[in-house]
């Protein structure tokens, strides 16, 4: 863990990233929950076989090194005997991720209060009971979101997925942008041009494929299409983990939390923005490229 901050969760543990031993072509996705993971890594996956059916399996093939749930020894086995090119993905902000020179490091980031309103979702359409704390079902005093403000960037709180941590994450990703094996990509730009971020994710990757086929690979990771095939594009899909695979996939879309929060929660929210951000970062974290 030398010169890598600690980030140990209940869920997660990225020491473990210490028995993977990283290849110049791997190919890493480090991202905070529902801010477009589960995308970006289909995305890779389609560009680097080349095939629009490609069973993408990512829990086994483009594993989360840092969850604990796993057996880190089999997990890092398995990589270990991959001949092909590998991905993997973290949770993990950049600064608790070992930095290799040469291996890609994709960063996708999402309106906080999207990714805030996305992981709502996703908890009760896990069995993790461990969330209940957090984001309980039934909420009328704004629990969920108070705890979304308070949380710190580390420790416990880490895998409920506070604000903090959001942040936490783009500023340790912001501070190696200037490498150029480091990419930042924003989900609302993607939803604008999947096309546009399927070219900018091969040039990263160094694959191209004709036309037609490059076609049919952004047609396969549109979010209609990814939602109505949920058993093969949603992570551990078909094997009964989620409630619901479908609803892996909620709604893909920008503006979640729009009537759904008081004037007070949304003033402590752009309080918080305010003293964590520049103007100029704050409206690309939130709106991306295009804002």
Known sequence: MTQRRLYLGPLTDNRRWERVAIRPDDVI??????????WMQTIVALLLSGDPEVETELSIRMPWVDIRLRDIDEVAARLEAMAERRSMKSHTPMDGVPLDGAAQYICVFRHPLDAHFSFRNHVRNTPLRWFDHWYPEE????????RFLDGGPEGFDTDAMPLAHI???????????ERENVHLFHFADMRRDLAGAFARVAEILGVTHPPGLMAR???AATFDNMKADAARFCPSGGK????????????????QWEGKLTAAELEAYDAAMQAA??????????FGAEA
Request: aromatic content about 12%.
């Open 277 to 286: 951000l520049a103007p100029e970062a704050r409206c690309w974290l939130e």
């Open 217 to 219: 690979l952004v047609q």
């Open 167 to 177: 942040l936490r994450h783009y500023e340790a990703a912001r501070a190696v942008a």
């Open 29 to 38: 996705v480090v991202t905070p929950p529902k801010c477009g993971t589960t």
């Open 240 to 255: 009964g983990f989620f409630r619901s695979d479908a609803g892996f996939f909620a709604s893909g879309a920008n503006g």
């Open 139 to 146: 909420d009328p005093g704004g629990v969920a979101f108070k």
